[in-house]
């Protein structure tokens, strides 16, 4: 659907994200959603605001991909009957994020399947609700009771595992339940939340440099994804253009973020599947790759080099040419490497057919990033709505049909070639100059968006400031909100020893989502 | 598989040399006790995580900790999957207020004598995320620390320089 044919006014938001940006009644959010449903779109995030103390009421918001870009809506809710229309029945991913939103900000979702609690367990009561103004951020609250209605499965010879939130491993932690036959997983449910820790709450009354730091947290596997989506929604309300040699940098570091996380993946993959010899490989790989980040730029995954109006830090002559060397011989190892893997009987016997989410699944449920790549869900943002300096390097998406753990690791080795081939490129084009400016001063009441292709999948920023600059609401989107619910789905009917596997070729956030 | 051998015997040994222990990571009110876990503990640990919150940023510094370079499992250190099994606790993040329970039950299940090690600035201080409706702040507020290590995240030199001491029977005194 072209912009032009939408039913309701939109407009650019400025910056370099594209995106347009429209308020909506509640028939009007409905039915933008199902024609965006029809055309094949997506939803990226479902986040609120209390807008009592600048206009009146509160504000439900939903950023939507289309083809034409990102579509942002905001929808009016009123303080005296606070709900809006809900949308999990166009968009099953909805589902959590509703749930998300009652429970911070105490809107409630009409007609929606669940209305059980998502993010609150028992640490803060059923009637408090954190992102509302008037709620103290620092209040502590008793502990109350936390007992979650699982669904339950019934019938002969079905029992349940329940495994976490503590896990076996060196793993962020959740819970999932289990229901079993045997060894075979008739249905997984997750329950997540354990790490919230306040992150939205917190960013309010924030200055952006400080947030900045903070969106650099939200997941550290991610830091330069959130961290450029940060910047690039203060630059969208600042409308301010960083100097090129600083936009160039930031797509080397989150090329290079993509290829450690990768790396690290691909070791435990093996690992997994039992071959040891893999994951010393490529995490032997992945510690010189951070250290030459270390050497570099100031930091092993670096944090906090990338901030609103450039970035910290430069390369020098002799520090590009050792990026170059370094990306010829990693290229070489990684592809003697993937070699073993393909020809390994044993790893590609645990590899093929598991975990499978099929293509028809995945557009239904709305997969995204890496995992929807590897079922045929061909979107990532740097080929679709480059920013600079992607839109000079002709990114090549990488797509597999399979939906397996094997897809999922065929998705990871193609993206490291890739990555090593843009890495190659922005090294050879890095325009001269300036790496960093100082942003003017913010309009009150501004909206800006960020929205970054991270090595997991598109990360969203949606800032709202206030007044002076002042953070009025920050919602980070992590990808893993859509994909969770889809690592439901490829569970069933493997059998339990192979979730470790499966889990780790999704490797979705905790923290991300979680907030 | 000789593709395997040939890449192992390209590869060689990686590991490095461990760097010392750093004492300033021992919380002061800990060193008694400290002195007396390190006798009955010598020059084996056993290891149990938990994130109690944190961004894994952390977690990410724990998995380097096995890679071939700085050869945890070489040194005398592993990870274990049960409290049970475990001489040490390693705690990542602030504790949210959604994983305090967890963490106390995980380190009551630990048998004595038992270490803990709070990770990364979240962990020594609440770092960024402090203390709020959601987060008890640093680990100190849940459990007894012992070693604190700072850092946003922490290298896996300075974890090994926090979690030597434990093992290094020369420190006993």
Not at chain 1, 438 to 456: A, K, S, Y
Not at chain 1, 468 to 477: A, K, N, S
Not at chain 1, 498 to 513: A, V
Request: net charge negative; aromatic share 8%.
């Amino acid at each position: 659907m072209d912009i032009k044919d939408f039913p309701i006014a939109l407009t650019a938001i400025p910056g370099a994200a594209t995106a347009w940006h429209g308020t909506v009644t509640a028939l009007e959010m409905r039915s933008v959603c199902a024609r965006i449903r029809e055309d094949g779109g997506r939803l990226i995030a479902l986040w609120g605001t209390d807008e009592r103390q600048r206009s009146s009421g509160f504000a439900m918001h939903v950023a939507l991909m289309d083809h034409p870009g990102l579509i942002c809506l905001s929808l009016p809710v009123t303080e005296t009957t606070p709900e809006y229309p809900a949308i999990d029945d166009l968009f099953p991913v909805a589902n959590r994020m509703q749930r998300a939103l009652y429970d911070l900000l105490g809107i409630r979702a009409q007609g929606a399947a669940d209305h059980r609690p998502w993010l609150r367990h028992g640490a803060w009561p059923e009637l408090v609700f954190p992102l509302r103004k008037e709620v103290d951020a620092k209040t502590a609250y008793p502990g109350g009771p936390d007992d979650y209605p699982f669904v339950q499965v019934s019938g002969g010879g079905v029992h349940e595992i329940a495994v976490g939130p503590v896990h076996a491993g060196t793993i962020e932690p959740g819970h999932f339940r289990f229901s079993v036959v045997g060894e075979r997983v008739l249905r997984l449910e997750e329950r997540l939340g354990y790490t919230h820790k306040g992150i939205e709450k917190l960013a309010e009354g924030m200055t952006i440099p400080e947030a900045a730091r903070l969106a650099g947290r939200v997941s550290g596997d991610s830091t330069v994804a959130y961290a450029w989506a940060f910047a690039m929604a203060v630059e969208s309300i600042a409308g301010f253009t960083p100097p090129p040699r600083a936009l160039w940098l930031r797509a080397l570091w989150l090329e290079r973020e993509r290829i450690a996380n990768h790396l690290g993946d691909l070791g435990y993959l093996g690992n997994d599947a039992a071959l040891s010899f893999g994951f010393a490989q490529f995490w032997r790989l992945k510690e010189e790759w951070l250290r030459s980040q270390k050497d570099l730029f100031g930091h092993r995954y670096l944090m906090d080099c990338i901030m609103p109006g450039g970035v910290r830090g430069d390369l020098d002559a002799a520090g590009l040419t050792c990026l170059l060397e370094e990306a010829d011989a990693l290229e070489q190892q990684v592809r003697r490497l993937q070699n073993i893997y393909d020809e390994h009987a044993g790893v590609q016997d645990r590899f093929l057919t598991t975990g499978r989410v099929a293509p028809s699944l995945a557009a239904q449920l709305g997969l995204a990033g890496l995992a929807g790549r590897a079922s045929a869900q061909a979107w990532d943002l740097r080929e679709q709505y480059p920013v600079t300096p992607y839109d000079q390097l002709e990114v090549h998406m990488a797509t597999r049909r399979n939906g397996d753990v094997a897809a999922r690791v065929a998705v990871r080795f193609d993206e490291i070639y890739e990555s090593l081939r843009l890495i190659r490129l922005i090294l050879a084009g890095l325009p001269e100059g300036t790496t960093l400016q100082e942003v003017p001063p913010l309009p009150d009441n501004g909206f800006g968006i960020g929205w970054i292709e991270g090595w997991r999948g598109e990360v969203l920023i949606a800032l709202h400031t206030g007044k002076d600059g002042v953070i009025h609401r920050l919602h980070p989107h992590d990808p893993s909100w859509q994909n969770w619910p889809l690592l439901e789905h490829a569970i069933i009917g493997n059998i339990v020893p192979d979730f470790p596997l499966i889990n780790k070729s999704f490797n979705l956030s905790y923290s991300g989502q979680d907030l | 598989m000789y593709k395997i051998l040939f890449q192992i015997l390209r590869t060689g040994i990686k590991t490095e040399a461990p760097p010392s222990a750093n004492p300033d990571y021992r919380m002061p009110e800990a060193q008694q006790l400290h002195k007396e876990i390190l006798k009955t503990l010598g020059r084996a640990l056993v290891i149990r995580h938990v994130d109690a919150g944190s961004c894994n940023g952390c977690e990410l510094e724990i998995h380097a900790l096995n890679t071939p370079q700085y050869n945890i499992e070489g040194l005398g250190i592993k990870f274990a999957a049960s409290p049970r099994h475990a001489d040490m606790l390693l705690v990542t993040g602030p504790v949210s207020r959604h994983m305090e329970e967890a963490l106390r039950r995980t380190y009551d299940a630990m048998p004595e004598p038992k270490l803990v090690v709070a990770v990364g600035d979240c962990g020594c201080t609440g770092g960024i995320f402090g203390e709020s409706y959601a987060s008890c702040g640093r680990v100190a507020n849940v459990l007894p620390v012992d070693v604190a290590i700072p850092g946003c995240p922490p290298t896996p030199t300075q974890l090994l320089q926090g979690i030597l001491p434990a093992v290094t029977k020369a420190n006993a005194g």
